[in-house]
């Protein structure tokens, strides 16, 4: 069965950082593309950064110079490191896997709030 489990949310100041982990049971991990979505209260869910089997990333506007994606194909996780983070960034972070079929994960919530 597949999982991913997300850790690493919790309250932070404005200006602070958090690193977000998904370890993913799955079988051939490096092939998926790997994506981190959130939802804030009252809004859509939104693709925040995505890298895919080569480490190629891409990155919401709103986050591009704040937020980093990363994987370890040994370790079967992906991680976002946020910096400078805003209140704006508040929401659950949801983590992806997509090949043909996708899986998600539950999410973690993320507070940023002085």
């Known amino acids: 069965q597949v999982q991913l489990v997300e850790s690493g949310g919790g309250l932070v100041q404005p200006g602070g950082s958090l690193r977000l982990s998904c370890a993913a049971s799955?079988?051939?991990?490096?092939?998926?593309?790997m994506s981190w979505y959130r939802q804030a209260p009252g809004k859509q869910r939104e693709l925040v950064a995505d890298i895919n089997s080569g480490s190629s990333t891409n990155y919401a506007d709103s986050v591009k110079g704040r937020f980093t994606i990363s994987r370890d194909n040994a370790k079967n996780t992906v991680y976002l490191q946020m910096n400078s983070l805003k209140p704006e960034d508040t929401a659950v972070y949801y983590c992806?896997?997509?090949?043909?079929?996708?899986?998600w994960g539950k999410g973690t919530l993320v507070t940023v709030s002085s």
């Open positions: 992806n896997a997509r090949i043909i079929k996708e899986y």
């Open positions: 799955l079988g051939g991990f490096s092939i998926y593309t």
